[in-house]
């Protein structure tokens, strides 16, 4: 398949009736998954900055705002804000 295909298959799923419904999900993971989930996600909404053609490009800006506020929400409620400046900090030098 091409990315064009897959594409197409991740818009399609994303459209199917009630994809867009709020959830809750009672969620307990540990500090250090909490600081790696900010990473992941942070990586990936960089990466599709840079990259028009994958997967993400077919994704509404307000659902990537949604999960970097996820992301953000997460490293909130761990108390880990600081750490993950002070550890983003250290990574751009």
Request: glycine share 6%.
């Amino acid at each position: 398949m091409t990315t064009n295909d897959v594409a197409k298959v991740f818009d399609t799923i994303l459209s199917i009736p009630g994809m867009g419904e709020v959830v809750k999900i009672d969620l307990r993971i540990s500090r250090k998954n909490v600081l790696l989930l900010n990473q992941v996600i942070e990586l990936g909404l960089e990466a599709k900055e840079q990259d028009k053609t994958g997967l993400l490009s077919t994704v509404p800006e307000d659902d990537l705002k949604e999960l970097k506020s996820l992301s953000v929400d997460c490293l909130t409620k761990a108390g880990l804000t600081d750490l993950s400046e002070k550890l983003k900090s250290l990574g751009a030098k």
